[in-house]
C-alpha cells in the first residue's frame, strides 16, 4: 500500500506563499522609505538654497539701507551748499548795489561841477533816487543857458535839464547894484555803467 503525506505538501505551499508575500512588503517598504528620505533631502536643500536667498536679500538691504544714509547725508551737505551759494550771492549783489550807491554821488557831484559855467553858482541840491533838484544863482541868463547844455552834454542825466523856475532878484552887493536870477533846476542822473552804455551807440552813430 502507498501512503502520500498530503499535509505536508499543504505545509510547503503555505510557506511558499507565506514568503513570497514577505519579500514583496519588503521591497515597498524599501522604496517607499527611499522616496521619503529623496523627499527629505530634497526638502532639506530647497531650505537651504531659500535660506542663502534670504540671506543674501538682508544683506543687499542693509546695503541699500547704508546706501540711502550715506546719499542722505550727500543731500543735506549740497542743500547747505546750495543755501550758503545763495546767501553769498546775496551778500555781492547788495556789496554791489551798495559800490554804485556810493559812487554814483561822487560822479554826479563831479559832473555838475564840471558843468558849472563862470558866475554862476549853486546855493542848494537835493537827490531822491535818481532825481536831482539844484537850486542856485547866477548873473545872466546865457550862464543858466550854459549850465543846463553842460549838464545836458556829459551824458549823465537821462532825461532833458528841466528848468523848473527862474527869478530875477535885487542884488545890493554888486557893484553898482544890479540883478541876479534865481534858478532851479530838475534833472535825473544816472550810474556811470548806464551813461557808457547810452554813449557807446552815440559815438558809433556818429562814426
Keep these: 500500500m502507498i501512503r502520500i503525506n498530503l499535509l505536508a505538501v499543504e505545509r510547503e505551499r503555505g510557506k511558499k506563499k507565506l514568503s ?31 535660506n542663502r536667498e534670504s540671506q543674501q536679500i538682508d544683506a543687499d538691504i542693509s546695503a541699500a539701507q547704508q546706501e540711502t544714509a550715506r546719499l542722505h547725508s550727500v543731500i543735506q551737505r549740497v542743500q547747505q551748499f ?69 549838464l545836458e552834454a556829459s551824458g549823465f542825466f537821462k532825461k532833458s535839464v528841466e528848468i523848473v523856475s527862474s527869478q530875477s532878484e535885487l542884488a545890493p552887493g554888486l557893484v553898482g547894484g544890479g540883478e541876479l536870477i534865481k534858478f532851479s533846476l530838475k534833472a ?17 552813430q556818429g562814426d
Design 82 to 150: 546750495e543755501q550758503q551759494k545763495a546767501a553769498l550771492q546775496q551778500r555781492v549783489v547788495l556789496i554791489e548795489q551798495l559800490r554804485k550807491s556810493q559812487t554814483g554821488p561822487v560822479h554826479m557831484l563831479d559832473e555838475i561841477s564840471r558843468a558849472l559855467p563862470q558866475m554862476l553858482w549853486l546855493t542848494e541840491m537835493k537827490q531822491t533816487g535818481t532825481e536831482v533838484v539844484i537850486d542856485g544863482k547866477c548873473l545872466t541868463l546865457t550862464g543858466l543857458s550854459d549850465f543846463v547844455s553842460n
Design 188 to 204: 535825473v542822473f544816472q550810474q556811470p555803467a548806464e551813461a557808457a552804455g547810452a554813449a557807446t551807440p552815440a559815438k558809433k
Design 20 to 50: 513570497i508575500g514577505i519579500g514583496s512588503g519588503h521591497k515597498m517598504t524599501i522604496g517607499c522609505s527611499l522616496i521619503l528620505i529623496g523627499t527629505i533631502a530634497l526638502i532639506g536643500w530647497r531650505y537651504t538654497a531659500l
